[in-house]
């Protein structure tokens, strides 16, 4: 495995393989089993693995953990080489964001005027600005994202399906913990006690799916019954509860099909997510 650094030795590396197909994992490090389902993934499908590592400056807000995220480059290197990862594209934030950057990939506001793009205003922006930035340098065939960030997931569907980026987006089930806790680089942020009320999040979510398989399918009153639930959870402050069309993220009084319930909350000052899909 070779560790890239700079965008020309990566084109220059990666044209060596022109009739091959290249898979990308864009990632943020501090790598946990939901990111090596997805190297695993992409090592089955493609001929060679590029896993991105970059911490995007600019899908962080204001106030938010871009300075504290947790990093770990040399455990990253090793876990992704015992993977089947060829290489990993590093760069720094000024190779990524020269200082005369200044072009965005803007978003439609129906995916992102709500959950996390309503809670974080800009994120988006700047994660369809970075993954473009990613599939442009690195050219690959397919790129695995998880389910884990689902809105996040539709935005990447809808901006290559919009601009026709000859990439094929694959999605990846969410990997948690024991007891349902979904894996995220930010559990390290979780003292033991807030790890404990963090669960509150995934119980709701499942009573959310009971409600829905046991055929609620209003959506305000299927929201109204679990945000009741998760208000109630001890340690935890609500940011958002949803439940909305999976394809599309619109929200019908009357859920069908494919479904997403998902949910935001703080443990602490950490702020966590989690989904599930649903399907009746
Ligand atoms: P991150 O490093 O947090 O930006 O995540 C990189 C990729 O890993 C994204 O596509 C995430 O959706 C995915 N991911 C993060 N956590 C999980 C998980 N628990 N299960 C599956 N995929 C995940």
Redesign the pocket.
């Known amino acids: 495995m070779r560790i890239l650094k700079t965008i020309t030795e990566t084109r220059e590396e990666l044209a060596k393989f022109k009739n091959k197909s290249i898979g990308l994992?864009?990632?943020?490090?501090?790598?946990?089993?939901?990111?090596l389902?997805?190297m695993k993934q992409a090592r089955q499908e493609c001929d060679i693995v590029v896993v991105s590592?970059f911490?995007?400056p600019t899908q962080f807000g204001q106030g938010e953990d871009f300075e504290q995220y947790p990093r770990d480059e040399l455990r990253d290197a090793e876990l992704a080489q015992s993977n089947g990862v060829d290489y990993i594209f590093q760069p720094s934030v000024k190779e990524m964001y020269q200082e005369s950057f200044n072009t965005a990939v803007v978003l439609g506001r129906t995916l992102t005027d709500k959950m996390c793009g309503s809670s974080r205003p800009g994120h988006f922006q700047g994660v369809a600005t970075v993954v473009t930035k990613l599939f442009n340098i690195i050219q690959p065939e397919k790129a695995?994202?998880?389910?884990?960030?689902?809105q996040?997931?539709v935005v990447i569907k809808s901006f290559v399906r919009d601009l026709n980026l000859p990439i094929e987006i694959i999605g990846?089930?969410?990997?948690?913990e024991e007891d349902g806790l979904?894996?995220?680089?930010?559990n390290i942020y979780l003292s033991h006690k807030e790890r404990e009320q963090a669960l509150g999040l995934y119980r709701a979510l499942c009573l959310g799916e009971d409600l829905i398989q046991g055929g609620l399918l209003n959506r305000s009153e299927l929201i109204g019954r679990v945000k009741d639930f998760l208000l109630n959870q001890p340690g935890l402050e609500v940011d958002y509860f949803e439940a909305v069309q999976a394809e599309d993220l619109s929200a019908p009084d009357i859920l069908k099909g494919k479904i997403i319930i998902a949910g935001a909350v703080r443990a602490g000052s950490t702020r966590l997510i989690d989904n599930i899909l649903v399907e009746v």
């Not at 994992?25 to 990111?35: A, C, I, K, L, N």
């Open positions: 994992v864009p990632t943020m490090g501090f790598f946990h089993e939901g990111h389902s997805l590592l911490v995007n695995y994202f998880g389910q884990k960030d689902a996040q997931l990846m089930p969410i990997i948690r979904a894996k995220s680089s930010r």
